[in-house]
Nanobody
Framework: QVQLVESGGGLVQPGGSLRLSCAAS????????MGWYRQVPGKQRELVAF???????NYADSVKGRFTISRDIAKNTGYLQMNSLKPEDTAVYYC???????????????WGQGTQVTVSS
């Protein structure tokens, strides 16, 4: 099973940017679809974005045009570039590995520990 470790979260003012990283250890990273989720206490977990092994990307409407997902296979690392951040982007962000079928992302058992993103003035 691939182990995932997120980093890059923090406190940022509205309109600011952050880049989250997801470092993977173990084999198989390149073959999976990678997704980023976020969760706010008391609310349902939200799929923010995913990128397939072939490079196809998909974004939640709430982040489209502001967030960019990418991956560096050589470094076994995925990224989530977040621009024009809003207070409603405040959440714990998790990276995952899973599969992609029929337009849907299905997370597997590999999840990171999460990184807190807080957008506030």
């Amino acid at each position: 099973q691939v182990q995932l470790v997120e980093s890059g979260g923090g406190l940022v003012q509205p309109g600011g940017s952050l880049r989250l990283s997801c470092a993977a250890s173990g084999s198989g990273f390149r073959f999976y679809t990678m997704g980023w989720y976020r969760q706010v206490p008391g609310k349902q977990r939200e799929l923010v974005a995913f990128v397939t092994s072939g490079g196809t990307t998909n974004y939640a409407d709430s982040v489209k045009g502001r967030f960019t997902i990418s991956r560096d296979i050589a470094k076994n690392t995925g990224y989530l570039q977040m621009n024009s951040l809003k207070p409603e982007d405040t959440a714990v962000y998790y990276c995952t590995l899973g599969t992609y079928a029929s337009g849907n992302y299905n997370p597997g058992r590999s999840w990171g520990q999460g990184t807190q993103v807080t957008v506030s003035s």
